[in-house]
């Protein structure tokens, strides 16, 4: 299951992560870094509604996954959910992990850490599944808070970004 | 936790305060947090080598790009 999720995720953001370094955009990238990861971290942190995490609706359609077997089930989620592109993310810091991507500057290394974001997104989504379904939560209010626990939690390491960030920034224009 | 029967928009407005108060010295606290770890990266540690340097660190950056990551796939499973 790990794997099924891990994989598309690594290749998805290798193929991604090659694209944006080839592009001459570094530094820029880290000063978007910057402005982003204060904007949203603030609003996130401190619970604001708006402006809202950047994104995507789509969700999976049922038929995709109904009647199918446990390997298909398992490659159309790893495929969809594990890259994280194509579906719903309430959290800011997706958004985020494309200009760090962009930032790191060079080939080798683009893909490189662009490789290991794919694979800690993928198992971190899989590792999740695997908790729900081994305690399912039932609690629409505790599931409410968690989800606002863990917005704040993305708000304020988005803003330690934002401050790692400026300071690279500024070493690079200085 | 649950919410107590009858009054779950004030329980929740409840718990965004709280939230809110902590946060005022936590954002700020992060933001400093961030800065300092890179301008400490790029210098190589300088409690230890005493080498000041302009500039932070990409690998710093890096790193917590892999760990935001990991982060945001665990907990997007809470997303309502």
Redesign the interface.
């Known amino acids: 299951m790990l794997a099924a999720y891990a994989l598309p995720a690594a290749a998805v953001w290798a193929v991604l992560g090659l694209a944006l370094t080839s592009l001459p955009i570094g530094t820029a990238a880290l000063l978007a870094t910057v402005l982003y990861g204060a904007l949203y971290g603030t609003a996130e942190s401190f619970g604001l509604s708006r402006p809202r995490a950047p994104g995507r609706s789509w969700q999976v359609p049922q038929d995709s996954v109904i009647g199918a077997g446990s390997r298909r089930r398992a490659l159309v989620w790893g495929s969809i959910l594990g890259p994280g592109f194509l579906t719903r993310n309430p959290y800011a810091g997706f958004g985020a992990l494309l200009l760090l991507v962009a930032g790191v500057g060079g080939l080798a290394s683009g893909l490189t850490v662009a490789a290991l974001v794919g694979v800690a997104h993928g198992t971190g989504r899989a590792l999740a599944l695997l908790r729900d379904a081994s305690s399912p939560q039932d609690d629409p209010f505790a599931l409410l808070l968690r989800s606002l626990r863990w917005r704040a939690l993305d708000g304020l390491a988005l803003l330690a970004i934002a401050g790692a960030a400026a300071v690279t920034v500024a070493g690079r224009l200085g | 936790?649950?919410?107590p029967a009858g009054r779950?928009a004030a329980?929740?407005a409840g718990?965004?305060t709280a939230?809110?108060s902590w946060?005022v010295i936590?954002?700020p606290a992060?933001?400093?947090?961030?800065?300092?770890?890179?301008?400490l990266a790029?210098r190589g540690w300088p409690a230890v080598r005493g080498l000041p340097e302009?500039?932070?660190?990409?690998r710093?950056?890096?790193a917590?790009?892999?760990?935001?990551?990991?982060?945001?796939?665990?907990?997007?499973?809470?997303?309502?």
């Open positions: 936790m649950t919410a779950p329980w929740l718990a965004g939230a809110r946060t936590a954002a992060a933001l400093g947090a961030g800065a300092g770890a890179a301008w790029a302009a500039g932070g660190d990409v710093l950056l890096a917590m790009a892999i760990v935001l990551a990991a982060g945001n796939g665990y907990a997007k499973a809470y997303s309502p």
